[in-house]
């Protein structure tokens, strides 16, 4: 998602990613377009295979995180869509635009970033491409070797738990302190920026849960209630999202606070969490926790799956919350 | 390669390749960075990965070719990379940076054209990822499947003769009159323009001869010198390009008089080509030449590999012929 920019242009993501999935369908769910990896038969064997773009100032603003941070963290959002269908990362090749400003220096500290941030997880670095761009941009693929069977975001069945890992609500908070100027007004700063630059991809998570019956999952790169709805949207099935369960990450609070914004906005609209949103069944929820609990991973249920269409988002009596009316604009926040 | 800035910032290409081999060496020769494409072996299969970008005023102009012929084009660009290595396509990703002023028709007419083309070399759109960005970029990923050898470029042996297929120096001639506005001056630039936009990734052809003892292969996206050298120095040998023997298109030779310009350049260092150079051991030659002709290509033999290293252009007499000194610069035509 674009965190920065609030201008859509003549073109709407949401619109065009429709189009394309009709357009050309997989062959299979799972094999093509809108689901987190492509997956490909390779004799016995599945691989996944998945690539995410970041852009200067779309993504990012170069005074804001470290040249290594950036490819660190580019490739953090990639190996996400890997721990979303339960993949073991192999491989990763970035293709990179780099302008004339940037100097060796930049380039290789990006390089090295993702590189060593790969490594952490097993992922080779293993080619891509360099070229000339007015702007910095970074296309990361990633590759992975699915050993059990694929998550998808289409196997959520009525009934079915959703839970989310970690905390959320950092990213965004993190980026509207700094596009405000007020980091250093917020005590919880430090906490804040560590979960946008180094999000953690839930590759260990995900394969500690290989064994188990998860139905569906999907990561939060879009903000948790567009990507919730995306996961209910291919299950054929509506997602109910508890607002007052949603595990708050500390100092998300303090930075709504400081600037006047209601943090649920951060919490349920946020982009580029990069946890996982897993549909449960029930009867598999505490063997999961008790899974996740041993990476030091928490696990809390925010809603479930029932019939209908939709992702809605309730509050503590029941009613929908609607993030509009909270101030909350498509691609950014207000 | 850049095709029409000149400008090389504070970055070098070339250097930044020798780092990134250096410091990410693959396990095998063509497991990793440095060859045309990654080869992931996958059971008892292997597959070729490649990863190709393009970026707007860098490797095209908008005003030069339709949204939908720069999606071909790009997909073109990347397919070649998997003949470089004799791999039959499989699939096609595509991350693409959309500036705000796209309209939706000229992203969906970007999208049909890379799908059409991925689909007539028997690939499928299987994914990818859309950013708002300054400027259009897409990043194309090709995922293939290698049936036989894969071709390395390290493979060439002393004695193996260079062979190149079709016919060059159309896309830089091309580029050059798009440049200079002499485009309606040419009787021939219908041709050349042909090439420019849709050059033939080498596919068929490369599979046609993956029964034959191919010793190693490059494609020519970079000018044909610097692929050659690149060839050479990973076969640790020299190559020795004969220029009387180049096989010209029709049209390089017009171009470069209304220039001004020897059409040496264009033929020797124009970039993207996306024609194969062959290292071909001679017993081999008539077998591979039967085999190309059958699909209507031709096949040059225009140099060969001997002890040494480099790669030299010689003239009739045998004597060195240097770009430099017939007005090439780096990264574009003088």
Known sequence: MRVLSSTQGSWNEAELLTWLVKSYPPARPGEGIGDDCALLPCGDLLLALTTDAVVEDVHFRRQWLSWAEVGSRAVRGCLSDLAAVCAQPEGVFLSVGLPAGLSAEDVKAFVEGAAATAAEFSAQLKGGDTVASSVFFADVVAVGRVTGQPWLRSGGREGDLLAVTGQIGGPAAAVALLEAGRTQDCSLWPVLRERFVSPTPRIREALSL?????????????????????????????????????????????????????????????????????????????????????????????????????????????????????????????
């Open 210 to 334: 290989a064994e188990l019956d998860i139905h569906a999952a999907i990561d939060l790169s879009d903000g948790l209630m567009l990507d919730a709805s995306r996961l209910a949207a291919a299950s054929s099935l509506r997602a109910v999202v508890e607002a007052p369960h949603l595990p708050v990450l500390d100092g998300v609070e303090e930075a709504a606070r400081l600037l006047g914004t209601d943090p649920l906005i951060f919490v349920a609209a946020g982009g580029e969490e990069y946890e996982l949103l897993l549909a449960i069944p029930p009867n598999e929820l505490s063997s999961a926790e008790a899974h996740l609990a041993r990476l030091g991973c928490r696990l809390t249920v925010i809603g479930h799956l029932e019939a209908g269409t939709g992702a809605e988002l309730v509050s503590a009596d029941g009613q929908p919350v609607h993030l509009a009316s909270l101030g909350w604009v498509h691609g950014g926040q207000s």
